[in-house]
């Protein structure tokens, strides 16, 4: 199973800010990863899969970048509902893994 | 807009199986593939299968010999069970409708289900 790694475990950020995520993987692969949002208390919401291709309705603040074993979520100017928790998950191999998460947290 | 709703036991004794159901409305489950993921409190998401119509179903291995997925087309529901449970499968289970790739695009609001005689 590939093992997913991010970081940092909380990014503590202000409003209007950004916010760069990272997801490491302990194998190499193109674009196979996607990145998901949860808030407290409810399932999480896809964001971006193919790396970089934004899921319907994702506003263009977030965007994903990466290849071979490193990844890039960034939230170009954090707006209050964005504050939550995120995963990144990879596709590449069967089972399909996530990260621990990221908490993205008001600072 | 498709929704999708779990339902099953919320406990479970352990040794016995998990049970849960998921209804899909708003769209026809035949033609996309449908997932399980599971999430222990605090910590994170783990796949735990994934079946596509009543054709092909693949299964973590971390679970598989415990694992059955079903779909009821009659019905438009799809459904997990996962035999002699401990304490390990408390968690939030959720449904997912997936694009064709891996990646879950749908989820129902997740259901708890507890582990515990």
């Known amino acids: 199973e590939i093992v997913m790694t991010q970081s940092p475990a909380t990014l503590s950020v202000s409003p209007g800010e950004r916010a760069t995520l990272s997801c490491r993987t302990s194998?190499?692969?193109?674009?196979?990863l996607a990145w998901y949002q949860q808030k407290p208390g409810q399932a999480p919401r896809l964001l971006i899969y193919?790396?970089?291709t934004r899921a319907t309705g994702i506003p263009a603040r977030f965007s994903g970048s990466g290849s071979g074993t490193e990844f890039t979520l960034t939230i170009s100017s954090l707006q209050s509902e964005d504050f939550a928790v995120y995963h990144c998950?990879?596709?590449?191999?069967?089972?399909?893994?996530f990260g621990q998460g990221t908490k993205v947290e008001i600072k | 807009q498709v929704q999708l709703q779990e339902s099953g036991p919320g406990l479970v004794k352990p040794s016995e199986t998990l049970s849960l159901t998921c209804t899909v409305s708003?769209?026809?489950?035949?033609?996309?593939?449908w997932s399980w993921i599971r999430q222990p409190a605090g910590k994170g998401l783990e796949w735990i299968g994934r079946?596509?119509?009543?054709?092909?179903?693949n299964y973590n291995p971390s679970l598989r010999s415990r694992v059955i997925m079903s779909v009821d087309m009659s019905k438009n529901q799809f459904s997990l069970n996962l035999t002699s449970v401990t304490a390990a499968d408390t968690a939030v289970y959720y449904c997912?409708?997936?694009?064709?790739?891996?990646?879950?695009?749908?989820w129902g609001q997740g259901t708890l289900v507890t582990v515990s005689s």
């Open positions: 193919g790396a970089s």
């Open positions: 998950q990879q596709y590449n191999n069967w089972p399909p893994s």
């Open positions: 997912t409708r997936d694009l064709g790739i891996a990646v879950a695009s749908y």
């Open positions: 079946i596509y119509s009543t054709v092909s179903s």
């Open positions: 194998q190499s692969f193109s674009s196979n």
């Open positions: 708003g769209g026809s489950i035949s033609s996309y593939y």
